[in-house]
Each structure stands twice: as C-alpha cells, then as structure tokens.
C-alpha cells in the first residue's frame, strides 16, 4: 500500500533538504552552520514526537505553536497566517471582508453573543438587526456557549452567501429570524465631517486600510469649496494605521509635489524606498490642527509626523503609540502567508518614531520602550526640535480626564448597553445627533435601574484603607489611630445614590453616546463625543488664533500643555 505524505510529513522532508543545502553550502559560515544546524534539530524533534510520544500529537496545533513562539520572541506585527485565516489578513489590508457588517460583544450570563452596533447601510442593518438582539442560532445551529471569536467566523463567509440567524429580542415575546445575505463590508475611512467651531473643517480618519486617500480628498474638497472652511481639525484618534502609500497621499492635499514624506531602511536593499509627493497638492496655506492619542499608530504617525516636521500642522493631545516598523506580506508553501516585519520607516527631519526596541529585551523577555534619555534630537524645516524613539508628541499636550471607578462596572456589566436597549424601546426617534440631549428625567430612569439591578462595584478607596490598617496593624499603629480608621470608614462607606448623583456629568455622556449610536450610528456617536471634546476644543483654539499658530510653528516656540 502507498503512503504519500501528508503537508507535515512534507514540511519535514523540504526542511531537512533545506537544511542539507544550507549546511553543505555555507558549511565554513559559522551563523548559516548554526541556522542549519538548529532547523535539523527542530525537523528530528518532531519526527521522534510523532514516531515515538506516548499520546498521538496533532502536527497542525503543535507546530503551530512553535512557529507563534518563534515569532513572539520577535515583534507583535510578524505574524503567521495560514491558509484558513488569509481572510484576516486581507481585511488588515483592504479593509474588507465578507459577513453581515456588525460588532458583537458577548453577555458573560447569558453565555451568548449579543448584536452591539450594526453599522449602517450594511446587512445586518439592512435585515432589521438591532443593537441588544441576542444571538441563538445560525441555520439551526445553537450559539449557547460559543464565544465571540467563534460566533464571528460563522457569521462570516464567502461573499453573496445566505443564512438565517435567530436572535431574542427585548420586548418580543418569540425569537424572530432573519435572512441575511453576506457582503463584502467595506467600513467607511471617513465615517463623519463637518464644520465645528467658527469657519473650521473637521475629518473623522479612522483607518488607512483600503482607499482612505480618496474618500479623505472628497471630504476635504467638499468642505473646502461648499462650506467654504478657512482651518481644519483632522482626528487620527484610535486610528492604528494601514497602508503606507494612502499617508502620503493624503499628505499631498497639503504638501508640494516632490516632497518626502517619508523613507523606508532594512536589511535588504529591496526593502529601502523613499516615498514622495507625485501630484500638485489641494491646498498649501490652510492651517491645520491633528488630533492624536496613545492610540494613533503606523500610518497615521506618519502623516501627523510628515506634517509637523515640514511644519504644516499643529499636532494636538498626547503622545501617539510609536509604531516605526514596516511589514511585508511573503508567500509561504500550502497557501499560508508571512506578515513580517521587514523595515523601519523615517519621516522628514531624519527620526524613527518607533518607541519600543524588541531586538533589546528585559531578563523576564518583555521588550521596553526606549527611554527619553537615549532618544536623539533631530529638526523640523523651520529648526524645531523634535525626538525621535517616541511616537509623535504634540505641540499642544491635552492633560487627559481620568474616568471614574464606577463608569467601568458600569459598561462591563452591561447597565449602560441595556438601558439604552429599553430607551430605544420607549422612544422610536429622537432629536437630531447634534440636538440631542440626555434629560434628568432620562437619568434617573437610568438610576432605578441600576438600583433594581443590585448594582455593586469595587472602590479603590476601600481597598486603599483595608490595606492601610492591616500595615497600620503589622506595625503597630492600630491602637493609638482606632478613632481615626472609624471616622474614615464612616466617609467611605458605600453609598451608590452619592455616586451616582456625583460622577452624573460622566455617566450621562456615555449613556448619550450608546443611545445616539442606537439611531444615527457611527456618525452619531462622533457627533456626540464632540460636543465635549477638550482635544477639539484645544485645536480650535489655535486654530482661532493665528498668531498663537505662526508662533507654534516657528523655532522660538516650545511644547506648552493645556
């Protein structure tokens, strides 16, 4: 009887030819006699695994671990996918995907996935599926149990596809069932713009995944030319980046032909490239303000670091992630891809923003951001001092408000999601997203629920004192300050109404967030999230002070925070 090998017998047969050749070839080289010697040992290793280990060892998960615990000792953004997870990969690149076009979340009492923002104009939408619709079953097939990750890739498939996906319902008494046909989602880069403050423009960027350039010009010009906007505010918030080329297309709009914006430098020399403005730009005396966080990476790193290092726009908010390294997609055997980091990119004045060195680990193997004292200064076109090692910093630092405890118990336990779930219940439309307000009679409805609800929630502040007696004890303290620890925990004591009633400013403005998305979706909710906006409210007013914006961006003038 025959036996042809099956794809690891095969992997293991092409590695060990491989590393035959590679032994017999550079023998004299004493890293490429290493790298052939150690890719011998890892094929005999699973070959006496499968031959000879006591229980029967699955080659797909074993190896696979290997290959994830090699990568892992590298960076987070060189990674394997096999044949049977392209699709991720290709939603990385192209923004798309083929499925219904909705967020899940998962209700941990339930055990089940629940619908938590079908995005308009796509399928689930289009069905009738609404934000709190608990998800049964998916042809027949009972959902209990599985997990989102699980519950995504059914719901997800091959595009023009049907299926039928039951879900319960608040407020109807029989599960209803829909018949869906999958599509191809293509998030919008530009979920939202307007015109904010006195004459400025606004662009929502959230993603440089797909045709972001595009879809950023047409929003530019239309503000540009019907709204006649005389500043603009881009927000790269959140925005964790995409392709490299759709950055410097955008930074084009601003920048004269024939600039660099940014250069790419590896290992290879076919991996080294500086990319150039190619076309006449839109407008090159517009003053611009970017709006940037702790989570503005790749990309969007490198249009807000192009911009202020030729000195064209003021960045505004907190320090971005620092993300320098480029990655390449490379083909591997049985349809499997390689992600691999392959160079590092530099922006105009010279510098890498990249903030954190893997190829330098600490003893316990976590990499560490490089810290200010080895970072080099380098200058913008007007001779401000910028860092590279760092991600971007701001020009203009907005000190970040810190959320109450209570808000984050709030949300994980659901409270806010389901409110807003029996809101829109009660209530078939509401004002205008720029219009609408979150009443007091609103919010003390919400208040009884929590109340019914049997709400409760660690208090750092309680878990700060019972820590302080128990020292206070070890030490010997506890005796002479009993009166003051029982006046202490007199203040402290629990009182859920106080809470409420004192953290209402926040509560109130997410509750307004998740209803305004129930109805106007995600153009809603950044309309809601801007009207109290300090990062906004930071860049119109450098924006609105044109003297204030020359200074910023000339030599004499130095980061201040706000």
């Not at 009633?501 to 305004?516: H, L, Q, S």
């Amino acid at each position: 009887m025959k036996r042809y090998p099956n794809k690891q017998t095969g992997f293991i047969i092409v590695a060990a030819v491989v590393a035959a050749f590679v032994f017999f070839s550079f023998k004299g080289d004493e890293r490429n006699f290493q790298l052939a010697r150690n890719i011998d040992v890892f094929t005999s290793i699973i070959k006496e695994l499968d031959m000879l280990y006591v229980d029967t060892i699955n080659p797909d998960k074993t190896i696979r671990r290997g290959i994830d615990a090699m990568l892992g000792s590298l960076d987070p953004y060189t990674v394997y996918y096999p044949e049977e997870d392209r699709s991720e990969l290709e939603q990385m690149i192209k923004g798309s995907y083929g499925g219904i076009g909705s967020l899940i979340t998962y209700d941990v009492k339930r055990q089940r996935s629940v619908i938590a923002e079908p995005y308009e104009g796509m399928p689930a939408q289009r069905a009738g599926l609404k934000a709190g619709d608990i998800l049964l079953e998916i042809d027949g097939r009972d959902l209990k149990g599985k997990n989102n990750s699980q519950v995504s890739e059914m719901l997800r498939g091959q595009v023009n596809t049907a299926f039928k996906l039951t879900v319960e319902r608040l407020g109807t008494k029989e599960p209803l069932t829909f018949d869906i046909i999958r599509k191809s989602i293509e998030l919008p880069t530009v979920p939202y713009y307007g015109v904010v403050g006195n004459n400025t423009g606004y662009i929502n960027l959230n993603s440089f995944s797909g045709k972001p350039a595009k879809a950023f010009k047409q929003a530019f010009l239309d503000l540009k030319k019907n709204k006649g906007i005389a500043s603009l505010v881009i927000d790269l918030r959140n925005n964790g980046g995409g392709l490299l080329e759709e950055a410097v297309e955008i930074a084009n709009c601003f920048v004269p032909r024939g600039k660099v914006i940014v250069t790419t430098q590896g290992k290879q020399k076919q991996t080294g490239n500086t990319y150039k403005t190619q076309r006449e730009p839109i407008d090159t005396e517009i003053p611009i303000a970017i709006l940037v966080n702790g989570e503005t990476a790749s990309s969007s790193e490198i249009l807000a670091g192009a911009l202020q290092d030729l000195d064209r726009a003021v960045i505004v908010g907190i320090r971005t992630f620092g993300k320098g390294l480029v990655q390449t997609p490379a083909s591997l055997p049985y349809g499997g891809t390689l992600k691999i980091t392959t160079a590092k990119y530099y922006i105009p004045s010279g510098r890498c923003i990249q903030a954190i060195n893997y190829n330098d680990r600490n003893e316990d193997g976590n990499a560490g951001r490089i810290p200010d004292s080895l970072t080099t200064v380098f200058h913008t076109v007007a001779g401000r001092e910028v860092r590279d090692g760092g991600g971007i910093s701001p020009d203009r630092i907005v000190k970040q408000e810190r959320l109450p405890n209570i808000l984050y118990y709030l949300v994980n336990d659901n409270l806010i999601f389901n409110y807003a779930t029996q809101f829109c219940l009660k209530h078939p439309a509401i004002a205008p997203a720029e219009q609408f307000t979150l009443t007091d009679a609103n919010y003390n409805d919400f208040k009884e629920t929590v109340k019914e609800a049997g709400f409760s929630y660690d208090r750092q502040s309680e878990k700060v004192l019972k820590n302080l007696k128990e020292t206070a004890e070890f030490e010997g303290y506890m005796e002479a300050a009993a009166e003051e620890f029982k006046a202490l925990e007199k203040k402290l004591a629990h009182n859920l109404e106080r809470d409420l009633d004192y953290f209402a400013k926040d509560i109130k403005r997410m509750i307004a967030y998740e209803i305004v998305k129930r109805y106007y979706y995600q153009r809603g909710s950044i309309i809601e999230q801007l009207k109290d906006d300090d990062d906004l409210r930071e860049a119109l007013k450098v924006l609105g002070n044109p003297e204030e914006y020359k200074s910023i961006l000339s030599t004499a003038s130095g980061r201040t925070s706000a």
